[in-house]
């Protein structure tokens, strides 16, 4: 009933003010009486002393009845205040009524304790309050030795009425007061609540995400200043929620579209933002607020999310997993969860490249060492043998010495087949684009190569139409390319076989096709052909001088002019191998 702040201010204002009237109420009432009876008491003590108690005094002894002592006293009824209410009383000394107001004689009156005090010779006091009178009792004694109490007794009814009346007068007073009170409490709480009002309802306002609602406030005390310093505080939260807002937008369009999957538990473990690239990769949909750190992590990671928690207090943790074939790592770092407490982000990169490059980069070295190994030690062990041997035959030491050179050559070409792939990796080589007669090129490669094929009987041919588009790329190079995919036939065609050299123009740009009849390559190994150092049949090629960089040296020479080359092989039946090329337009 009294929740609202305008009518607890209206039950406070009307309970001060009839509190503070009762209060009032209270002590004019007690003044009041304290006053009639203080006043009562020194009226009679100045009444009953000086001429008038002589006078008194003379009327006892000329009339030991009494009865002319009350005649005396009567025409000093003013003076004692005699009326309804107060009476006067001449006793005997034993307390017997002799006469007086408003009493039958003989009539005995309550003994009290001033007329008891008066009897014994002493003195009035103030009568208690809770008594409903008030008295007062005099010793008169004549010079016969005869006593007379006069006693005068007011019954009270007369401050009563006065009471009534004043009380009366309070309870109207109190009446106004409180209705003054309310009307002044509805004002003064109007005045007070119709801003906080105003605040609440623009606190509802910005709850709904609505800013727009502005506190109007003309006063200039604390209410004036509390509406302009909410305006002001509603406009900075404004700004800085849309300020949030954007950052919160920014980051999430990062975390959906970052090529890295980002996977975030607050700190009871619970998934708390996976984005579309972490689910890719884990291949499962996983519920927000629902999955768990273990129901995403347990096949890639033996640590639960406690266990994880205590790894990250010495700093980040990282982790490689494979999924699918592809290598990733995945770094765990923790992160402030807001007042709640430490969760755990992870985001996860693709490293199979990278991965796939170092295995790469180890195999290059492994080959690199086997082969310059071989030559290394056949030179140095026929050196020594030579050297050693100082009465050596001549034909021997020629042979011997023979072998030497072979080996070293063998080793420059394998050195400079190094320093063009490292070349095309850097993008160090010269190539120099300019556009030559494909027919031109595929001549040269076939004279280049001739004399080469006719030495295991093979027959050499070629195919070039007359009227064709140029290539735009290095001629030199491309005859590098063609003579390297047809020296591999030649090695690789038995004594007897076929080669073909083909060119011709299509829609994708000039086609150049090696064709033979040889031992042709298993499908397994078609797929690492381009690969550095890769050869199909090992033994034969190092007897055959070939160091497994030419079919890499092509790939990377035809993919630096922006052509394409592939091959095409069945054991036993032979191998086609196609480069496309440029047109010049």
Same mark, same amino acid.
Request: net charge negative.
């Given at each position: 009933?009294?929740?609202?702040?305008?009518?607890?201010?209206?039950?406070?204002?009307?309970?001060?003010?009839?509190?503070?009237?009762?209060?009032?109420?209270?002590?004019?009432?007690?003044?009041?009486?304290?006053?009639?009876?203080?006043?009562?008491?020194?009226?009679?003590?100045?009444?009953?002393?000086?001429?008038?108690?002589?006078?008194?005094?003379?009327?006892?002894?000329?009339?030991?009845?009494?009865?002319?002592?009350?005649?005396?006293?009567?025409?000093?009824?003013?003076?004692?205040?005699?009326?309804?209410?107060?009476?006067?009383?001449?006793?005997?000394?034993?307390?017997?009524?002799?006469?007086?107001?408003?009493?039958?004689?003989?009539?005995?009156?309550?003994?009290?304790?001033?007329?008891?005090?008066?009897?014994?010779?002493?003195?009035?006091?103030?009568?208690?309050? !809770? %008594?409903?009178?008030? *008295?007062? @009792?005099?010793?008169?004694? +004549?010079?016969?030795? $005869?006593?007379?109490?006069?006693?005068? /007794?007011?019954?009270?009814?007369?401050?009563?009425?006065?009471?009534?009346?004043?009380?009366?007068?309070?309870?109207?007073?109190?009446?106004?007061?409180?209705?003054?009170?309310?009307?002044?409490?509805?004002?003064?709480?109007?005045?007070?609540?119709?801003?906080?009002?105003?605040?609440?309802?623009?606190?509802?306002?910005?709850?709904?995400?609505?800013?727009?609602?502005?506190?109007?406030?003309?006063?200039?005390?604390?209410?004036?200043?509390? !509406? %302009?310093?909410?305006? *002001?505080? @509603?406009?900075?939260?404004? +700004?800085?929620?849309? $300020?949030?807002?954007?950052?919160?937008? /920014?980051?999430?369009?990062?975390?959906?579209?970052?090529?890295?999957?980002?996977?975030?538990?607050?700190?009871?473990?619970?998934?708390?933002?996976?984005?579309?690239?972490?689910?890719?990769?884990?291949?499962?949909?996983?519920?927000?607020?629902?999955?768990?750190?273990?129901?995403?992590?347990?096949?890639?990671?033996?640590?639960?999310?406690?266990?994880?928690?205590?790894?990250?207090?010495?700093?980040?943790?990282?982790?490689?997993?494979?999924?699918?074939?592809?290598?990733?790592?995945?770094?765990?770092?923790?992160?402030?969860?807001?007042? $709640?407490?430490?969760?755990?982000?992870?985001?996860?990169?693709?490293?199979?490249?990278?991965?796939?490059?170092?295995?790469?980069?180890?195999?290059?070295?492994?080959?690199?060492?086997?082969?310059?190994?071989?030559?290394?030690?056949?030179?140095?062990?026929?050196?020594?043998?030579?050297?050693?041997?100082?009465?050596?035959?001549?034909?021997?030491?020629?042979?011997?010495?023979?072998?030497?050179?072979?080996?070293?050559?063998?080793?420059?070409?394998?050195?400079?087949?190094?320093?063009?792939?490292?070349?095309?990796?850097?993008?160090?080589?010269?190539?120099?684009?300019?556009?030559?007669?494909?027919?031109?090129?595929?001549?040269?490669?076939?004279?280049?190569?001739?004399?080469?094929?006719?030495?295991?009987?093979?027959?050499?041919?070629?195919?070039?139409?007359?009227?064709?588009?140029?290539?735009?790329?290095?001629?030199?190079?491309?005859?590098?390319?063609?003579?390297?995919?047809?020296?591999?036939?030649?090695?690789?065609?038995?004594?007897?076989?076929?080669?073909?050299?083909?060119?011709?123009?299509?829609?994708?740009?000039?086609?150049?096709?090696?064709?033979?009849?040889?031992?042709?390559?298993?499908?397994?190994?078609?797929?690492?052909?381009?690969?550095?150092?890769?050869?199909?049949?090992?033994?034969?090629?190092?007897?055959?001088?070939?160091?497994?960089?030419?079919?890499?040296?092509?790939?990377?020479?035809?993919?630096?002019?922006?052509?394409?080359?592939?091959?095409?092989?069945?054991?036993?039946?032979?191998?086609?191998?196609?480069?496309?090329?440029?047109?010049?337009?």
């Amino acid at each position: 009933m009294f929740k609202g702040l305008q009518a607890k201010m209206v039950l406070i204002l009307v309970l001060l003010s009839v509190l503070s009237m009762s209060v009032v109420g209270v002590v004019l009432v007690n003044s009041v009486g304290s006053f009639y009876e203080d006043d009562f008491l020194s009226q009679m003590d100045s009444f009953f002393s000086g001429t008038v108690l002589t006078q008194i005094t003379d009327s006892a002894n000329a009339d030991e009845s009494g009865e002319e002592l009350f005649d005396v006293l009567s025409v000093y009824s003013s003076q004692l205040g005699l009326d309804t209410y107060r009476n006067m009383y001449i006793l005997s000394e034993e307390g017997n009524l002799i006469s007086g107001t408003n009493r039958q004689l003989g009539q005995a009156l309550e003994k009290t304790e001033n007329m008891l005090s008066a009897m014994s010779g002493g003195g009035n006091t103030q009568t208690p309050r !809770s %008594e409903g009178y008030m *008295d007062y @009792a005099k010793k008169i004694t +004549t010079d016969g030795g $005869k006593t007379f109490i006069i006693y005068v /007794k007011d019954t009270k009814e007369e401050v009563r009425d006065l009471l009534w009346v004043m009380i009366i007068l309070i309870i109207k007073t109190v009446v106004i007061a409180i209705f003054i009170a309310c009307l002044l409490s509805f004002i003064l709480a109007g005045a007070i609540s119709r801003p906080i009002k105003n605040i609440t309802k623009s606190v509802k306002k910005i709850q709904e995400g609505d800013f727009s609602y502005h506190i109007d406030s003309a006063s200039k005390d604390e209410i004036g200043m509390l !509406s %302009e310093s909410f305006n *002001d505080m @509603a406009q900075v939260l404004e +700004t800085t929620l849309s $300020k949030i807002e954007d950052e919160r937008e /920014k980051l999430s369009t990062i975390f959906l579209y970052m090529t890295d999957g980002v996977v975030a538990f607050d700190d009871r473990g619970m998934l708390l933002h996976i984005n579309e690239t972490a689910s890719g990769i884990l291949g499962r949909p996983y519920i927000v607020g629902a999955a768990t750190f273990e129901a995403v992590f347990f096949d890639y990671t033996d640590l639960n999310f406690e266990e994880m928690q205590e790894k990250l207090t010495n700093g980040t943790f990282v982790s490689e997993i494979t999924i699918n074939d592809k290598v990733y790592k995945c770094d765990f770092a923790d992160f402030s969860h807001g007042n $709640k407490g430490r969760g755990i982000i992870t985001v996860i990169h693709d490293i199979t490249e990278q991965a796939e490059i170092d295995r790469s980069r180890r195999e290059f070295i492994a080959n690199v060492s086997h082969e310059l190994r071989t030559p290394l030690t056949n030179v140095k062990s026929y050196t020594e043998t030579v050297v050693e041997n100082s009465d050596m035959e001549e034909d021997d030491k020629a042979r011997f010495l023979g072998v030497v050179l072979s080996e070293t050559d063998r080793m420059i070409s394998i050195v400079k087949d190094l320093l063009v792939l490292s070349r095309l990796d850097n993008r160090k080589m010269d190539v120099v684009m300019t556009p030559f007669s494909a027919k031109e090129a595929v001549i040269d490669v076939y004279n280049a190569m001739k004399i080469e094929a006719e030495k295991h009987n093979q027959t050499i041919t070629y195919e070039a139409p007359e009227d064709m588009a140029q290539v735009l790329g290095d001629k030199g190079r491309i005859e590098q390319v063609l003579v390297n995919v047809v020296s591999n036939s030649v090695k690789y065609t038995p004594d007897g076989g076929e080669i073909n050299i083909n060119v011709a123009e299509g829609d994708e740009g000039i086609i150049f096709t090696v064709k033979d009849n040889g031992m042709g390559i298993p499908e397994e190994s078609l797929k690492h052909i381009f690969e550095r150092f890769y050869r199909v049949d090992k033994a034969r090629s190092r007897e055959q001088g070939g160091t497994g960089l030419g079919l890499s040296i092509a790939k990377e020479i035809v993919e630096a002019h922006g052509g394409t080359i592939k091959m095409e092989s069945s054991v036993g039946r032979g191998t086609t191998v196609t480069i496309v090329l440029r047109k010049n337009k």
